[in-house]
């Protein structure tokens, strides 16, 4: 009897201490409502997380770590050493946004790991659980033995506990940005990398998405299958085959997965932008959002080039057309693609523009004083064709150039499969460039919008002035391909819309041009409209040529849609099939809504419980008319008005590939 006491003594004191080598000391920590927990235990060393929700294994036992190069990797052999748990309850008001106050509230597991032997070198691992999901980074501080290395593979799994379905676009390694239609399959039929963010849904009642956020020096991440429901992390490497360069201390991304039994709670979730560090700028009233037209359509449809010639689009007369056009309609700036030398011959191969040099036909100086005078923002254009570093080389002329003349805003391009004919644009040395580009920006008080960018990861919390981007397959590719499918836009909100704004260039009126490639638009014109609130971004295009426009009585929404929210709400949504958002202004009482749909006509009934109790709205409606069609008859719009209130329910009727925009105008 005795001897049997001893031995469970003996066992109960074996699970309290690390090491033993039959039992695992499993550190927890659960969100601040309880729904979420993860664990954290080592085998054999060997470090291991998992996600639960409520009674749920979300994320199984997945490994963590790296392998370096040249130097024992940091992914076996360790003890811990130290542990704990704190919680952090803050909200914090973003300067422009989808939502204006956001609650940042976590409970955090810091874990302190070292090596038992050798070096004994040390690593952090951290874990921040939210109510709306999870996020966790490696933290390795300067030691003996990690001052200068390189890693070459980091492991950490996403050990899926069931078979999703996911949404998912592959990540080519040659390809500029991710511009790439999405495909839906079963998570264990993944036979290739894919980029992140990457959602997954299990049977309408559990949604996941995994992505990182805080990219800063280091390699973004794609994920890499195998057949089961395990991912892998495979970082984009340099030319060289290194992922990741270290010199000093090392804070990674955080990887995260965020967790909601709706899709539209995924819209909703602004743990991305949490996870990464508030405000950095000391100056950010040069920072506007706003609407804005170009002569970017009329290079994809053919009536204008960005070179020089008979048709160039950015000449100093059609930018003042442009800005007067603005003026009429309250839209807020012009963006002028093609101003500068290096447009003419193959620019896609020399990339030898000069940032600072104009084509004789385009007066910045002229322009930026008519803009003022007029009360609108001109908006630059620097494309590299992928030649970096003929832009660093330049970059910061070109910023003191846009400065001198008010100019606060530019778009930037990345136009080429490799950089500097032999990087990647997601890998680290792009990282760093474009944050470079970012905080060169903001020294001379210009806002950004990247092309061919990489991923969005929430910096736009810490660095205001990076606005928008591109990073998703846009409006362009009906001009000069077989275009998007009608799903298209119905899926992006919960994929690569979650990552961040997206400069998707909606807008378009003219939907069945004809350009020599006989393209055209796979929307209704109401759809087009809607996309202004469905797709997130605080520079919307309205695209289309200015005359396409004119006396066309749909333009009205545009012109009063804005693009800076106080709140986002999903009504109703399925991936793929149809999504229905209202989005309050932020410096008015009207709320707007849009609704679209895939290639089905359906047939939603929105309550309206979002408005203010008491009051009443005008809904000023415009949808799909009658015998509207995305195929056979896409322009009719029908623009009607009705009074509502909260308690009201409206029947949104929308045509195949269809989609209904309202603007509710408090009245009383």
């Given amino acids: 009897m005795k001897r049997n006491i001893v031995l469970c003594l003996l066992m109960l004191v074996c699970t309290s201490l690390v090491g033993c080598k039959s039992t695992a000391q499993i550190l927890s920590v659960n969100s601040p409502d309880g729904n979420l927990n993860v664990s954290f235990h080592l085998k054999d060393g060997v470090p291991y997380y998992n996600i639960g929700k409520r009674n749920f294994t979300v994320v199984n036992d997945s490994r963590m770590g790296f392998i370096l190069k040249d130097i024992p990797s940091l992914d076996k052999d360790f003890k811990i050493v130290d542990s704990k748990t704190d919680t952090f309850d803050e909200t914090w008001t973003q300067p422009w946004g989808e939502v204006k106050d956001i609650r940042n509230n976590y409970k955090r597991l810091t874990v302190s790991l070292q090596e038992k032997k050798g070096l004994k070198r040390k690593m952090n691992i951290v874990f921040k659980v939210y109510n709306d999901g999870v996020g966790f980074r490696y933290e390795v501080p300067e030691q003996p033995g990690l001052t200068e290395y390189q890693i070459m593979d980091e492991l950490t799994e996403f050990n899926m506990a069931r078979d999703f379905e996911a949404w998912w676009i592959p990540a080519f390694p040659d390809a500029q940005d991710s511009e790439q239609p999405f495909t839906k399959t079963m998570l264990s039929k993944l036979n290739q990398n894919v980029h992140t963010p990457l959602t997954m849904e299990l049977n309408d009642s559990l949604f996941v998405c995994i992505h990182e956020a805080a990219l800063i020096n280091y390699a973004s991440t794609t994920l890499k299958p195998n057949g089961t429901t395990l991912l892998k992390s495979d970082l984009v490497p340099w030319a060289d085959g290194a992922k990741v360069k270290v010199k000093g201390s090392l804070n990674t991304p955080w990887r995260t997965l965020q967790i909601a039994d709706k899709p539209g709670d995924l819209i909703t979730s602004y743990l991305i932008l949490n996870l990464n560090e508030p405000n950095r700028l000391t100056d950010i009233s040069y920072i506007k959002p706003g609407k804005y037209t170009g002569v970017w359509w009329g290079m994809h449809v053919k009536t204008q080039t960005w070179g020089q010639g008979p048709q160039h689009g950015a000449t100093t007369q059609n930018v003042k057309d442009l800005i007067d056009f603005n003026k009429k309609h309250n839209i807020q700036g012009v963006l002028a693609e093609g101003w500068n030398e290096g447009w003419d011959g193959d620019w896609v191969k020399d990339g030898a523009f000069n940032f600072t040099k104009s084509y004789p036909d385009f007066d910045m100086a002229e322009l930026s004083k008519y803009a003022q005078e007029n009360g609108v923002a001109l908006i630059s254009h620097h494309e590299t064709g992928g030649n970096v570093a003929n832009y660093e080389n330049q970059m910061e002329d070109a910023f003191t150039l846009l400065e001198k003349n008010n100019i606060h805003a530019v778009k930037t391009g990345y136009v080429n499969k490799r950089i500097n004919g032999k990087e990647y ?166 709320w707007y809504l849009g609704s679209i749909t895939n290639d089905k006509a359906c047939t939603i009934d929105a309550k309206l419980s979002f408005l203010t109790p008491g009051k009443s709205y005008m809904a000023e409606v415009y949808a799909d008319g009658e015998g509207a069609n995305y195929d056979t008859n896409p322009l009719p719009v029908a623009i009607t008005q009705t009074k509502v209130n909260s308690e009201s329910i409206l029947k949104i009727s929308l045509a195949a590939g269809g989609g209904q925009a309202i603007r509710f105008r408090m009245i009383d």
């Fill in 425 to 590: 644009h997601q890998g680290q040395f792009m990282v760093n460039h474009y944050q470079h580009v970012v905080e060169t920006a903001a020294n001379h008080k210009v806002m950004v919008d990247m092309h061919e960018p990489i991923k969005d990861t929430g910096l736009r919390r810490t660095y205001p002035n990076l606005m928008t981007r591109e990073g998703v397959r846009g409006t362009e590719y009906e001009a000069w391909s077989e275009g998007n499918t009608p799903s298209h836009t119905t899926i992006i909100p919960f994929t690569r819309g979650l990552a961040g704004p997206i400069d998707y260039t909606p807008g378009i009126f003219d939907i069945q041009f004809k350009n020599d490639g006989g393209f055209r638009v796979h929307t209704t014109l109401a759809k087009q409209l809607a996309l202004y609130v469905v797709i997130y971004s605080p520079f919307q295009m309205a695209a289309d040529l200015t005359k396409n426009y004119e006396n066309n009585p749909a333009f009205k929404f545009i012109e009063d849609v804005p693009t800076d929210w106080e709140t986002t709400k999903v009504l109703d949504a399925k991936i793929g099939e149809f999504v229905t958002i209202v989005r309050k202004d932020r410096k008015s009482n009207d």
